[in-house]
């Protein structure tokens, strides 16, 4: 019980505190900058949709605000199979330079292999349908081609909160906010983990689709970038943003989905986990990708052993008291969080935690029964509530 206890607790140690110092530490050994220039290269932006008529005219408005030379930029919308107005809506866009591809419903990562097909930039960039981006994001993702190391370039993604939402929105923009610090440290290291589908950018020649239909797009396709021989690395000037999901249902069921999808991703991708191929990439990815997902059976084990353990030393028993008490604030939070109480920091940081963590076991659970989600149904949308 004892050697379980600290098993799990020392694993979230290393996750939350010895894995960024360390990250922090190798990265101001190596400092590997990007050797940047304002080059211009042919970009296919490509944006798939699917049902996103609330969303995609402003999209498209947001991308013909961009200062990237328009001789230089293709801007393709593929539709997976739409039934809304989505596509008249884009149709519409056709005039200023969008091109619309319109297939049948078979899923993101078919519908982004589809329109890479049909694509002519050298420089391909890839971005959801309700991001909103900077006007110098491309220019900013492009200065990086100028050094031939790097392959790809993640782009700098944030959350902003609509009013009315639940507090499950703010522990979103704070875990999201954690992560980005990680992938500014994990740059100096050579390359980041992984890209974010907001908005990130590869060569052409380094596009592999996923073989796997049900392993998240944005994970597979940039970390092949990796896998080739390539840096991956992060753009701060790059900045995109979303809104958070407003209600934590929905949140719960992207994450479920995200983590099972992320999982069968590095199952995809294993061979990056071999440190004698990929130095210290290979232990960003397993820290941030693989023990990161594993931590929700460490909570369990942590407080199961604590409560057993608690009677025979005080410092058990501080734990399970601990525990109880941290998980009670999450409970609060969950039945607070419509509430202006429920967005303090002290109740929905436990609730989304907890949450996060529930969802990450039940996406471990899926994994491990073989389940694929090969279809995608953005859980943003009300009606998938």
Known sequence: MKIAFWLAALSLVYVYAGFPLLVMAVGRLRNRVVRKAPITPTMSLIIPAYNEEEVIAERLENVLTSDYPRDSLEIIVVSDGSSDATEAIVAEFEGRGVRLLARSRQGKNAALEYAVGEST???????????????????????????????GVAGNASYRLKAGSESSSQGESLY?????????????TGSVVSAHGALYALRRELYMPPPDVGAVDDFAISTAV???????????MARAYEFAI???????????????????????RRRLLNPFRYGFYSLILFSHKVLRRLLSLSLLVLLLTSLVLSDS?????????????????????????RRWIGRRGLLYVPFYYCMA?????????????????????????????
């Not at 990796?226 to 701060?236: K, M």
Request: glycine content about 6%; charged content about 20%.
């Open 246 to 268: 407003t209600e934590a249902r929905r949140e719960y069921r992207r994450r479920v989905r995200n983590m099972t999808m992320s999982l069968r991703a590095v199952a995809l």
């Open 226 to 236: 990796v896998e080739a021989g390539h840096r991956l690395v992060f753009e701060p």
């Open 357 to 385: 963590n529930i969802a990450a076991f039940m996406a471990l659970v899926q994994f491990a029964r073989g389940e694929r989600i090969a279809l995608w149904q953005p859980q943003r949308h009300p009606e998938v509530a």
């Open 121 to 151: 930039g050298s420089i391909l960039v890839f971005s959801d349908a309700n991001i909103f981006c900077e006007p110098y994001a491309l220019r900013a993702l492009a200065a990086n081609f100028a050094d031939p190391s790097v392959g």
């Open 176 to 188: 999201w906010r954690y992560d980005t610090w990680l992938k500014e440290l994990e740059n100096r």
């Open 313 to 337: 030393h005080p410092f058990f028993a501080l734990a399970a008291g601990g525990q109880v008490v941290f998980y009670g604030l999450a409970v609060a939070g969950y039945f607070a969080r």
